[in-house]
């Protein structure tokens, strides 16, 4: 018996990687920090009040260190790898450094204010 030929594996690989961005990315839209990093990474409440970028910052490298963790864990076969959990710390990784960007595009630029909006007074 042969297996299956390198252009169906190629598109299986392709299928395989757009479902899993997709699932990531819905993961990230849903992501609330209040609700979900108690769960995920088990932090202190005062650290899921923290909007600072030094507190988004702390947070992205305890999450950077978590995904990789639970990718070493899924790679090696570990019992306890949940692939549903490690799309939850991606997307809750994705969209903490969104949240990072915007914080730094607004520090970068004074015309937007601390709302996200632009500051003063329209006509």
Not at 8 to 14: M, N, P, V
Not at 63 to 88: C, F, K, M, Q, V
Request: proline content about 5%; hydrophobic content about 35%; glycine content about 10%.
């Amino acid at each position: 018996m042969h297996g299956p030929s390198p252009a169906r594996l190629a598109a299986c690989e392709r299928a395989g990687t757009s479902y899993r961005d997709r699932a990531i990315a819905n993961a990230a839209a849903r992501y609330d920090r209040r609700r979900h990093l108690p769960k995920i990474l088990g932090t202190a409440p005062q650290d899921l009040v923290d909007f600072s970028v030094k507190g988004t910052r702390a947070l992205i490298a305890g999450l950077t260190r978590l995904a990789r963790n639970s990718a070493r864990a899924g790679s090696a076969g570990h019992w306890s790898y949940d692939p549903n959990n490690h799309i939850e710390i991606l997307g809750a990784l994705r969209a903490e450094r969104a949240r990072l960007a915007t914080q730094m595009q607004s520090a970068s630029d004074p015309s937007i204010g601390a709302a996200g909006g632009k500051s003063g007074i329209s006509t």
